[in-house]
């Protein structure tokens, strides 16, 4: 079993940042991937930020390998960013990997 959990959420005024951070733990071979998804009140899930790329512009994600952890970044948060965010990582083996979520960190930017 794999459990993912997010921590870090919160309420922040626009232009101010957060960091959001994701722990995986339980029977864990390997982490291939860990991403962040996010999903706003009505709207489709969406990814807001993949290991070595930025898709938001202002979002950027870390990891530490040794504590399976990954961590989100965002900065100068406008209140349309407000959303529950979401964890999600690949892991498994070289022939066996699955993707796992998180139970979402809620996020509320207010203007």
């Known amino acids: 079993q794999v459990q993912l959990v997010e921590s870090g959420g919160g309420l922040v005024q626009a232009g101010g940042s957060l960091r959001l951070s994701c722990s995986a733990s339980g029977s864990i071979a390997n982490i291939y991937a860990m991403n962040w998804y996010r999903q706003a009140p009505g709207k489709q899930r969406e990814l807001v930020a993949v290991e070595g790329d930025s898709v938001k512009g202002r979002f950027t994600i870390s990891r530490d390998n040794v504590k399976n952890a990954a961590y989100l970044q965002m900065s100068s948060l406008k209140p349309e960013d407000t959303a529950v965010y979401y964890c999600?990582?690949?892991?498994?083996?070289?022939?066996?990997?699955?993707?796992?979520w998180g139970p979402g960190t809620q996020v509320t930017v207010s203007s």
């Open positions: 999600n990582a690949v892991i498994g083996t070289r022939y066996d990997r699955r993707s796992y």
